[in-house]
């Protein structure tokens, strides 16, 4: 008897699945209601074996081999709608049910982001040559959620909305000191430097951030005001007014959430606040996909909820705001899909037909957890103090407005 099918038959019931085997064989799962329909083909026996054991793992890996093709035109984003509308079935099965609680109780150890081992999780998703990302984000290379005024305004508009809306919050003025956790290739910190005259000093531990960030900094007219560090975020130092941390709490790990929030307690001024930017889940506490643990952010984890507020009352940390942003990613990510598929053979001349069935995977696999799973995107601003924050947020929209009247971009 076939493993594969045993778990096929319980965990695929939305949509149809046919699978060809390697010995020519034929089946379908699924009632081919409530989803879409979809063809695979594996190349052989082993394959079979493998995916029944690590599924979300060795289905990734056979497609990025070759070993596991989607057949009649499809795409690796049809077969992971196939899945994403099918997840809780595959989730009850015995074996995986084994396999995620041994992930539970490994997940410290798989998100160990100590000194010096964290430079080398981040660097192995950062030092991708930017000329890749340039094919398919937005001129502004902005690699975070976007803000979408509609679904449907554009991926530039959105990301320029997203540094007015995340500006507006930060209330800055004048010669005001802001430290930056996580530069990404410099868009905040240059957009702040820019419109509101104050000096940023911003780290990443990614050598190719730092030197895109600084060409712009530079091109933008704002070295001056704007000083770029290959420096991990625990050994910054000094006072600021306001900190920013965008898509960055994702690359610290459970075990130092408390450690990342008394560094931004310790970096703020009296009187100052903070602005962190991240993803999370809905659902209670997890780990990482093996897939996107093992290709793309080693050491990486989207927190629940419960754990970051947890860790600000340890650290004895004021949340002002709380904003939770449940589409915008999925929106993102779906026009950095279509932009990096209408420019896939130039990814494929430059990085090859392996990675770019690896981020094939990547793209479809974390757009659809924005759109059918359990992921989200929520800003907070975070104060000693528990005035420090204005108590009403009026003052956001009026300056977004603001920017917007100005052609702030």
Excluded at 133 to 146: G, I, K, R, V
Excluded at 260 to 278: E, M, N, Q
Excluded at 309 to 321: H, I, K, N, V
């Amino acid at each position: 008897m076939r493993l594969l099918p045993h778990l096929l038959t319980r965990f695929v019931r939305n949509g149809r699945l046919t699978v060809v085997f390697s010995d020519g064989g034929r089946q379908s799962f699924g009632s081919g209601a409530n989803g879409p329909s979809v063809t695979i083909r594996l190349t052989d026996a082993a394959v079979e074996r493998e995916i029944f054991f690590n599924p979300e793992l060795k289905a990734a890996e056979a497609y990025m081999d070759g070993r596991l093709i989607v057949e009649d035109g499809g795409t690796a984003f049809d077969l992971l709608s196939l899945f994403s509308v099918n997840r809780g079935g595959l989730a009850a099965h015995p074996v995986q049910k084994a396999l995620r609680k041994t992930w539970r109780m490994l997940r410290r150890s798989h998100q160990n982001n100590a000194l010096g081992l964290a430079a080398k999780n981040v660097r192995h998703h950062y030092d991708i040559p930017p000329k890749f990302y340039q094919l398919w984000l937005d001129e502004t290379m902005t690699y975070s959620c976007a803000y979408y005024t509609s679904p449907d305004v554009g991926l530039h508009q959105a990301q320029i909305d997203k540094l007015r809306h995340i500006a507006a919050k930060l209330k800055l003025e004048p010669g005001m000191r802001v430290a930056e956790i996580g530069s990404g290739w410099g868009a905040l910190a240059t957009f702040l430097a820019r419109n509101y005259d104050v000096t940023v000093t911003s780290v990443t531990l990614s050598p190719e951030q730092i030197a895109v960030a600084r060409e712009r900094a530079e091109r933008e007219g704002v070295a001056d005001r704007v000083t770029f560090l290959e420096k991990d975020y625990r050994e910054l130092e000094g006072t600021y007014d306001r900190v920013v941390s965008i898509a960055m709490m994702e690359a610290i790990g459970i075990a130092f959430f408390d450690t990342y929030f008394t560094t931004i307690k310790r970096l703020t001024k009296p009187g100052g606040f903070a602005l962190v930017h991240c993803i999370g889940r809905m659902s209670p506490p997890g780990t990482t996909a093996p897939f996107i643990r093992k290709y793309i952010f080693p050491g990486g984890y989207v927190p629940a909820l419960s754990e970051v507020f947890a860790s600000l009352e340890r650290t004895g940390t004021w949340c002002a705001d709380c904003e939770n942003l449940r589409l915008h990613y999925y929106w993102t990510i779906r026009d950095w899909r279509l932009a990096y598929e209408a420019r896939r053979a130039e990814a494929v001349a430059m990085m090859g037909e392996r990675f770019c069935r690896m981020w094939d995977f990547y793209l479809a696999s974390v757009e659809l957890g924005f759109l059918n799973g359990s992921n989200f995107v929520f800003q907070m601003l975070l104060s000693n103090e528990r005035d420090a924050v204005p108590v009403i947020r009026d003052y956001i929209v009026d300056e977004e407005r603001r920017l917007a009247a100005s052609g702030a971009a």
